[in-house]
């Protein structure tokens, strides 16, 4: 992957995106977004990662964070690799998941089309990291974020997406920017 897509300059803030492979809707079980809350809240306590902005959607995640110590790619490189595993796992076991068989051959489909995967793919290669340099990007992006949600008709305000920074509620804890 080219330098210039990399969350590679230490303790810098980015906006980055992790999407599944094929825009699949897999973040619309309260069971797989636990998942991604829980593996986030990790990195917090254990890896050094900020996060100050979120929200996961259907089929993707975006974040504003950096890392304190480290590179955040390395860190976001680590997360997709256990977070795919698990909610493989999840997937896989889940009873009431009527979308596994076709999950599952999606993900084995995308796997197939890259050398260095082993049976099955779930996230997308690239993080789009965009370093946020200014204030007027970074109100921008986290504008984005809270909007998301919105636009995609799923809530008719941010702060009623639970999976959102823009929640009271929400279940991931963000620190101030």
């Known amino acids: ?3 210039l897509r990399k969350a590679n300059i230490p303790e810098a803030t980015y906006f980055v995106t992790l999407t599944v492979v094929g825009w699949i809707d897999v973040f619309t079980r309260r069971e797989y977004c636990d998942e991604i809350v829980k593996n986030l809240a990790y990195c ?9 902005e979120y929200v996961i959607m259907p089929s993707h995640l975006h974040l504003i964070c950096r890392r304190n110590e480290g590179v955040l790619s390395e860190l976001l490189r680590d ?3 256990y977070t795919a595993k ?4 999840l997937i896989q076991e889940n009873e009431q998941e009527s979308r596994k068989e076709w999950l599952m051959y999606m993900f084995h489909f ?3 089309r890259y050398a260095q995967n ?4 779930f996230w997308q290669k690239t993080n789009h990291p965009i370093e946020l340099y200014s204030n007027k990007v970074i109100q921008q992006k986290v504008d984005y ?5 919105v636009k995609a008709g799923i809530v008719t305000e941010p702060w009623y997406y639970l999976f959102s920074s823009a929640c009271a509620e929400s279940p991931l804890k963000v620190s101030n920017l």
């Open 1 to 3: 992957m080219s330098e």
């Open 44 to 52: 917090q306590q254990k890896k050094g990662l900020e996060v100050f």
């Open 79 to 81: 997360f997709k690799s």
């Open 86 to 89: 698990r909610l493989l796992g």
């Open 110 to 112: 995308f796997a197939n």
């Open 118 to 121: 082993a049976e099955y793919m």
């Open 145 to 149: 974020i809270h909007q998301n949600p």
